[in-house]
């Protein structure tokens, strides 16, 4: 049997360190793996210099339960 467990994160850094401690707390030969994504907050029609959009970063780690 799998099972998914979710994460996110404004923060990629913040996001890495949640999944590196939940991967370490699994059991060796358990992670099927793992998937990133990027996801836009605010989508604009214009782009001012030194404003970046926020981001949210998500995770999936998928596993053997």
Do not use: W
């Not at 793996?33 to 782009?47: F, G, I, M």
């Amino acid at each position: 049997m799998y099972e998914a467990k979710g994460f996110q994160s404004t923060d990629f850094t913040d996001l890495v360190r949640l999944v590196n401690d939940f991967l370490g707390s699994l059991a060796e030969g358990k992670l099927i793996d793992v998937k990133y994504n990027t996801v836009p907050l605010a989508v604009s029609s214009h782009t001012e210099y030194g404003v970046n959009p926020d981001t949210k970063y998500t995770a999936m780690v998928i596993f053997k339960k």
